[in-house]
Nanobody
Framework: QVQLEESGGGLVQAGDSLRLSCAAS????????MAWFRQAPGKEREFVAA???????LYADSVKGRFTISRVNAEKISYLQMNSLKPEDTAVYYC???????????????WGQGTQVTVSS
């Protein structure tokens, strides 16, 4: 079993930055893709960003140019650097892991518990 734990959420003002971290532990599989999804109140969970083992990245259009996903394979950690935050970025952010790089939450087998990000205007 793979465990994922997010950290780094909080309350910030519009225009501020935050960096989320996702640490993997337990039985790890080879070459996992790691991704971030988010879910705002009353809305469906949506894709934010993903990164393959080799560093190929995918981003949702709504965060391109503002968010950057990265990873340190040796430490089994993924980061989501969020700049120029907007109130509409307010959501619970979830880390996920899968064997292949996709944008669909249905493809991800392992999930963290989530971390709250709140952006005030």
């Amino acid at each position: 079993q793979v465990q994922l734990e997010e950290s780094g959420g909080g309350l910030v003002q519009a225009g501020d930055s935050l960096r989320l971290s996702c640490a993997a532990s337990g039985r790890t599989f080879s070459s996992p893709a790691m991704a971030w999804f988010r879910q705002a109140p009353g809305k469906e969970r949506e894709f934010v960003a993903a990164i393959s083992w080799s560093g190929i990245t995918l981003y949702a259009d709504s965060v391109k140019g503002r968010f950057t996903i990265s990873r340190v394979n040796a430490e089994k950690i993924s980061y989501l650097q969020m700049n120029s935050l907007k109130p509409e970025d307010t959501a619970v952010y979830y880390c996920a892991a899968n064997k292949r790089l996709t944008m669909s939450d249905l493809d991800y087998d392992y999930w963290g518990q989530g971390t709250q990000v709140t952006v005030s205007s």
